[in-house]
C-alpha cells in the first residue's frame, strides 16, 4: 500500500549538518502526516518529528532547537534539516506516514543511516 525511501545520511562531524529526504509512493489515500523515527543500535526505534498535511511540526525533547521537519505532505514528500549535530544523534532513520490519525509502522522503508564523529 504504501513504499518509503528515505536518502541523505552520511558521516558528518560533531556540529555538523545533514539533510535528509524520504519520498512516499502511494495508492489512493489521503496522508494525514509524515514524520521520522530513528533508530540507534541496541536501542528501540524512537519517534523523532512529524509534520500534519496543515503545516504543523512537533519535535521530540532530544531534537528541539537543532532538527527541523519540513515537506509537502500532498506531494509525498518530507524533509529533515538536522544541525549541531552530536554523536548520540547517530542511528538510522526512518519516515513514515500517518492515514486515518495512525503510523503505517508495518511499511518502513530501508532507512538512512546518520553517523556522527567525535
Known amino acids: 500500500q504504501v513504499q518509503l525511501v528515505e536518502s541523505g545520511g552520511g558521516l558528518v562531524q560533531a556540529g555538523g549538518s545533514l539533510r535528509l529526504s524520504c519520498v512516499a509512493s502511494v495508492n489512493r489515500f489521503s496522508l494525514n502526516a509524515m514524520g521520522w523515527y530513528r533508530q540507534a543500535p541496541g536501542k528501540q526505534r524512537e519517534w523523532v518529528a512529524d509534520?500534519?498535511?496543515?503545516?504543523?511540526?512537533d519535535y521530540a525533547d532530544f531534537v528541539k532547537g537543532r532538527f527541523t521537519i519540513s515537506g509537502d505532505i500532498a506531494k509525498n514528500t518530507v524533509y529533515l534539516e538536522m544541525t549541531n549535530l552530536k554523536p548520540e544523534d547517530t542511528a538510522a532513520y526512518f519516515c513514515?506516514?500517518?492515514?486515518?490519525?495512525?503510523?503505517?509502522?508495518?511499511?518502513w522503508g530501508q532507512g538512512t543511516q546518520v553517523t556522527v564523529s567525535s
Open positions: 513514515n506516514v500517518v492515514v486515518r490519525g495512525t503510523w503505517l509502522q508495518g511499511s
Open positions: 509534520l500534519t498535511s496543515g503545516g504543523r511540526t
